[in-house]
C-alpha cells in the first residue's frame, strides 16, 4: 500500500465544549477519489474544517505528505497543497469572477492549472470573467468555486456539498468536469449528500455517523442495506 | 464673491479632511476595525516630521520620506502586535483598546514634547499664493487638496488593481475562505494598518505645516475623520473624499455667517446627513 496523501488518526474536535468528532481513522491515497457521505450534523463539516486548518486539532492527528498539519493555520495548509471547494461556493462577492480565480492562485504554487487552463475546463467562465461573481448563476458559481481551488494546484482537493443548491442538470455538467480535473493525478474528497453520485465517481467511500466513522469500504462493493444503516443508525 | 471664496476655501480645507479621514475608512473597510486613537497617530505623526526637520534639517514635506514609511511599521507592528488580538465577533475589545492606547499616545506625546503648541516651518510655501479669476487661493491648501485625491486615487488603484488589494477586499469580505486561499488574515490587516498609517503620516505632516498642534488635538482630528467617512458613506474612499469637502465647506461658510459657528456649523451638516441618510451619501454598494 503506498503511503497515504492524508491520513487522519483519532480526530477529535470541538465548538468549545461541544465535541463534534469522537476518534475518526480514515486515509487517502495519491491519485485516490474518496466519498465522505452522512446525514446532516454527521460532522462532515467539522472533518473539512480540522483538515483545512479553519478548526485547531490536537497534534499527530492530521498527517498531510508524511507532515503534521494539525495545528497549522489554514493558509499555512493551503501552501501545502491541500484546497478545500466550500459548501455553499463562498466567492468573494467584492471580487470579479477573475479576481476570485486569481486569488486561488495565492499560495503560489506551480503546476498544470493557471487562468487558460480553469477558462478551457469552464469557457463560460472566461466570457464572464469581468463580472461581479454574485451575478453569476449558482452553477456558474460553482464553476468559479472549484477554479479557484484549481489554481492552487492542490495535491489534493477538498468537494464540500458542490451540489447542494443546485438544478439536477447544472449537477450533471459539474460532475461531468470532475474526470478533466482528477485525471492529472490529483486526488480528491468529495463530501456529498447524494450517495448514489458520489458513490459513482469514487473509488472508497467512508460513512460518518455523529462524529464517529460508521462505514467504510469500496464503493462498488458497499450494499444499500450497509449504506442506509451506516447513514441513519437504524437496523 | 465672498461666498464663492468661502466654498472654494472650504473645498480645500476638505482635502486635509479627506486625509484624515481615508485611514479611518481603510482600517473599517477592511477589518471592521474602528480606531479611536486615528486622531493622537495623526498628531503622532505630526510630531515626528518636527523631530525629523528640527534634526536633520529638511524640509516637512521631504520629511514624508522618512516619517511614511516610519509610520507604515508602526502600523504593522502595532496590527501585529497588539489590534489583532482584539478582533473578533464582538466589536466592543478593538474600541477600548484603541481609546486606550489614544490616552497613551496623548500623554506619551506630553512627555516628550511638552504642552507647548509646536509648529513646522515651511518657508515660503506656507504664505505662497496664486490669484485665480478673482480669487487669491494659498498655495499649500491647493497642494493638499491635490495630494488628497492624489492618495484618495492611488488608495482606490491598489484596492482594485494590486494582488495586495484584491487580498483586502478577499479578507473583508469573508475571513475563513480567505484563510483557505492561503491568505493569512493577520499579516493582510498588518499591510492594511501600514498603508493606512502611511497615509496618516501623509496627514499629519500637512496639518502641521498648516497648523500649530499640541498633544492634546488628536481627539478634534479624530472626529473630523469620522464626520468625513460617515458623510461619504462607510467603505467608499471618493465618498470620503466628498465627504472631507461637504465638512470642510460647511465650516468655512459656517464661519463666514458667524467666525465662532465655524466647528459647530460643520458638526450640524454632519448631523443633518446622518439623520437623511443614515448609511452616507455613497455607501458601498451592497453585494
Known sequence: MPEPILNIQGLKAFYGDFQALYGVDMYIEPGEVLAIIGANGAGKTTLMRSVTGLLSNGPGQIHFQGNDISQLRADEVAMQGLAMVPEGRQLFPSLTVKENLMIGAQVGRQGPWNLDAVYRLFPILEERKDQASTSLSGGQQQMVAIGRALMANPDLIMFDEISLGLAPIVIKDIYAALPGIINGGMSAIIVEQDIAQALKVSSRVYCLQEGRVSLEGASDKVSREEISRAYFGIE | ?287
Open chain 2, 1 to 287: 464673491m465672498d461666498w464663492v471664496n468661502a466654498i472654494v476655501q472650504g473645498t480645500l480645507l476638505g482635502g486635509l479632511y479627506a486625509l484624515f479621514a481615508a485611514g479611518l475608512s481603510l482600517i473599517f473597510g477592511v477589518m471592521r476595525l474602528v480606531n479611536i486613537a486615528h486622531g493622537d497617530l495623526i498628531v503622532m505623526a505630526a510630531y515626528l516630521g518636527l523631530t525629523v526637520t528640527a534634526t536633520v534639517g529638511l524640509h516637512p514635506l521631504a520629511a514624508l520620506a522618512i516619517v511614511v514609511p516610519a509610520m507604515a511599521l508602526i502600523g504593522y507592528v502595532l496590527q501585529r502586535g497588539l489590534l489583532n488580538q482584539t478582533l473578533g465577533e464582538d466589536l466592543l475589545p478593538p474600541l477600548l483598546v484603541t481609546f486606550g492606547l489614544s490616552v497613551i499616545l496623548q500623554n506619551g506625546l506630553l512627555e516628550v514634547y511638552t504642552a507647548d503648541p509646536q509648529k513646522m516651518d515651511a518657508g515660503a510655501l506656507e504664505t505662497a499664493s496664486i490669484a485665480m479669476g478673482g480669487l487669491t487661493l494659498g498655495v499649500l491648501p491647493v497642494l493638499t487638496f491635490a495630494i488628497a485625491v492624489a492618495v484618495i486615487w492611488a488608495l482606490q488603484w491598489t484596492f482594485y488593481h494590486t494582488a495586495v488589494g484584491r487580498a483586502f477586499r478577499a479578507v473583508s469580505d469573508n475571513q475563513d475562505i480567505a484563510q483557505l486561499m492561503g491568505l493569512n488574515r493577520r499579516h493582510v490587516f498588518g499591510l492594511a494598518m501600514a498603508l493606512a498609517l502611511g497615509v496618516t503620516a501623509i496627514a499629519g505632516i500637512l496639518l502641521g505645516i498648516r497648523t500649530s498642534f499640541d498633544p492634546s488635538i488628536g481627539g478634534g482630528r479624530l472626529i473630523f475623520g469620522f464626520e468625513a467617512v460617515i458623510i461619504g458613506g462607510l467603505g467608499n474612499l471618493w465618498g470620503t473624499l466628498a465627504g472631507g469637502v461637504i465638512l470642510g465647506i460647511a465650516q468655512t461658510v459656517g464661519a463666514k455667517i458667524d467666525p465662532g459657528f465655524q466647528i459647530l456649523a460643520g458638526h450640524l451638516a454632519f448631523l443633518i446627513i446622518l439623520a437623511i441618510r443614515p448609511n452616507g451619501l455613497f455607501p458601498r454598494i451592497a453585494a
